[in-house]
């Protein structure tokens, strides 16, 4: 028997899982095809608060924004790693390489990959190194093959640059 692909999560499940984490408590509009998110997170107890929004809408995957404090301020006119542009939102995976699928939870990946994302950023606030890994999207091998056969299972996040 051949098991089909998992069945992509509606926005109101997506949204009821969001509101049942307490690692993502908060709140926002939920529409039919679309919902926005906003809660508030801290990657660790000496960190400070920051509000996140996650904007969710059918087909595409979640976009991730920092809306306070500005992470542009607190980078002191250095320029961000880890981000796209256009509007500046956090870099979480790399597009088109399956590291996230609709069937996946947001409060179970989206959420703690942006803490994690977060704990990199205060560090690289002080070290000025992004240590947290990840790879550019123009660097990303574009077939599974070409990924294992530089010992790549799976990009971990990206670098700088736009989606593309």
Known sequence: ??????KALTMAQQYVNLRGNPLSAGD????ASSFTWIYETSPSPLSRD??????MACGLPPRVFVDDPDIEV????RDLPHVYRNPTRLCLHLPRTREWQPW???DQTVVPWTSLWLFYFEDWLESGEWKGGGMHPADAPRTRQSRRRLGLRQPVECDLGSEG
């Open 74 to 77: 607190l980078a002191c006119g």
């Open 1 to 6: 028997m051949r098991l089909g692909r998992p």
């Open 50 to 55: 920051y509000q996140i929004r996650i904007e």
């Open 104 to 106: 996946m939870r947001l």
């Open 28 to 31: 926002g509009p939920l529409r």
